[in-house]
């Protein structure tokens, strides 16, 4: 049996030298819970939170909020007004929320194939805008960039070797 000593360090540096590190030991037992939330009730925004986001905040290593000016920013562009590009997201939508809809194909669950790859193809290329869409709410003094960063060093990891 594997013990570990206790380590006390202030939560980001242990969470970046985990992430970062080759030690097989703290990889098995590791996991980055990420959350995204939109502006629910009056949630309001990053530097002005209620309770309930306070207590979301403290359940993730990363929660990004989305903002109302992102949200808009996609509707607009893929629901309202797309380009011939996106017509199908657009499609995929109406098809989904109508009186006549036969089934969803616009739902986190379901999704029609071109509107997906036509979703893919929008996020890869504006993702620097997409990234302005967020507010990071935990971890502190963190960007969206960083997160990306994280993920991505983590992605490079063996993980069938690891686990």
Request: hydrophobic residues 40%.
């Amino acid at each position: 049996m594997l013990v570990f000593e206790q380590m006390y360090k202030p939560y980001v540096v242990l969470m970046e030298e985990i992430i970062y590190s080759n030690d097989f030991e703290l990889l098995k037992k590791f996991i980055l819970t990420v959350g995204v939330v939109s502006n629910h009730g009056n949630w309001f925004t990053s530097e002005n939170q209620n309770k309930e986001l306070k207590v979301l905040a403290h359940s993730y290593d990363w929660l990004i909020f989305l903002s109302d000016n992102g949200l808009s920013q996609f509707i607009d562009e893929l629901i309202f007004n797309p380009s011939s590009d996106y017509k199908c997201v657009q499609e995929a939508f109406k098809n989904s929320y109508t009186a006549n809809k036969k089934r969803n194909v616009f739902t986190k669950v379901k999704m029609d194939i071109k509107a997906d790859e036509a979703l893919l193809k929008y996020f890869s290329d504006n993702i620097h805008d997409i990234e302005s869409w967020f507010n990071v709410i935990t971890p502190v003094n963190k960007s969206i960039g960083d997160l990306r960063s994280e993920i991505a060093a983590l992605r490079t990891k063996n993980w069938r070797e690891i686990l």
